[in-house]
Every structure is written in structure tokens, then in C-alpha cells.
């Protein structure tokens, strides 16, 4: 059976422990978690008649005090940058992460997650902004942890990248 390491690259507070866990558990829960470090989940999928499974690492999220472990990247077969919507300063910090992983583990397939879709009417990020990121050849998704709403989706869809690769 294939198994592909995927990291969750973000900055603090944009979902990524939530998504993960509303991905292999089904669950959500109102009670912010902080990840101190990494925390490793599996789950595996199948994808055009093939079992892969996924090894996701919920890295720690980042701020001006503390930077992601670059090391926790190496060996990655993919990763998902997420931002939340509601907080326009996260989709800076995910583009200038894009940069140090690709410095790190080099080019390797990757999707911008747009979370918590379930309040967008809050959202300080802009179509336009997305639009950009669209024609410069990134692939976007905009999920909702507390929902579900593309999170099976965006597992699957990196999945399949990584199996193209």
C-alpha cells in the first residue's frame, strides 16, 4: 500500500487541527486546540481503485514568536497551505510559507485551503486576490471544518496530484 506524507502549513488559528480531524474523525469541535509542535494523523483513501495512505502532520501554527520546524517538511509528498478567510494577514503569511517549504522540500504539489467558508459574509480576502493566485497556476479550495463543505474534497484532490506526480 502507498503511503505519502502530507504536511498542514499555515499560520495560527486558520483550522488546519480542525480540518484534519473533521477528515479522519468526522468531528468538530468549538474548543480551540493549539498544536504544540506536530501532530501526526492517518486515514487512508482510495482513489481510482488504489488504497493511498495519507500521513498527515498538523504542524504548529505560526506567528512573529515562533517559526515552523523546517525539518518537519522533509519527506513530504505534499501540503496543504491554509488561510482563514475571516483574516486577511493569514494569506500573507501562507504566500511567504509557500516560499520557505519550497526552499526547504523544493517543488512539490501543494493547494491553498480557504477555510471557514461557513462565515464568508466575514471574510476580509477578496475574489480578486483569489482570482490572482488561480492564474498564476495554484490550485484553490475553500473549505468549512465546522461543516465539512470541501474538506473530503481537498484530501482527495491532493491525493490525486501527488499520485500524478
Same mark, same amino acid.
Given at each position: 500500500?502507498?503511503?505519502?506524507?502530507?504536511?498542514?502549513?499555515?499560520?495560527?488559528?486558520?483550522?488546519?487541527?480542525?480540518?484534519?480531524?473533521?477528515?479522519?474523525?468526522?468531528?468538530?469541535?468549538?474548543?480551540?486546540?493549539?498544536?504544540?509542535?506536530?501532530?501526526?494523523?492517518?486515514?487512508?483513501?482510495?482513489?481510482?481503485?488504489?488504497?493511498?495512505?495519507?500521513?498527515?502532520?498538523?504542524?504548529? *501554527?505560526?506567528?512573529?514568536?515562533?517559526?515552523?520546524?523546517?525539518?518537519?517538511?522533509? *519527506?513530504?509528498?505534499?501540503?496543504?497551505?491554509?488561510?482563514?478567510?475571516?483574516?486577511?494577514?493569514?494569506?500573507?503569511?501562507?504566500?511567504?510559507?509557500?516560499?520557505?517549504?519550497?526552499?526547504?522540500?523544493?517543488?512539490?504539489?501543494?493547494?491553498?485551503?480557504?477555510?471557514?467558508?461557513?462565515?464568508?459574509?466575514?471574510?476580509?480576502?477578496?475574489?480578486?486576490?483569489?482570482?490572482?493566485?488561480?492564474?498564476?497556476?495554484?490550485?484553490?479550495?475553500?473549505?468549512?471544518?465546522?461543516?465539512?463543505? *470541501?474538506?473530503?474534497?481537498?484530501?482527495?484532490?491532493?491525493?490525486?496530484?501527488?499520485?500524478?506526480?
Amino acid at each position: 500500500m502507498l503511503q505519502k506524507k502530507i504536511c498542514m502549513v499555515g499560520a495560527f488559528a486558520t483550522g488546519k487541527t480542525s480540518l484534519v480531524a473533521r477528515f479522519v474523525t468526522s468531528i468538530f469541535s468549538e474548543v480551540y486546540q493549539t498544536t504544540v509542535g506536530v501532530k501526526i494523523d492517518k486515514k487512508i483513501v482510495n482513489l481510482n481503485g488504489k488504497d493511498l495512505t495519507l500521513i498527515l502532520w498538523d504542524l504548529h *501554527g505560526e506567528d512573529n514568536f515562533q517559526k515552523v520546524r523546517m525539518s518537519y517538511l522533509r *519527506g513530504s509528498s505534499g501540503y496543504l497551505l491554509v488561510v482563514d478567510g475571516t483574516r486577511r494577514n493569514t494569506l500573507d503569511k501562507a504566500l511567504e510559507l509557500q516560499q520557505r517549504v519550497e526552499e526547504t522540500i523544493g517543488k512539490v504539489p501543494f493547494i491553498l485551503v480557504l477555510n471557514k467558508s461557513d462565515i464568508s459574509n466575514e471574510w476580509e480576502i477578496e475574489n480578486r486576490e483569489m482570482d490572482e493566485l488561480i492564474e498564476k497556476g495554484w490550485h484553490l479550495i475553500k473549505t468549512s471544518a465546522k461543516t465539512g463543505l *470541501g474538506v473530503e474534497e481537498l484530501f482527495q484532490m491532493l491525493g490525486l496530484k501527488i499520485l500524478e506526480e
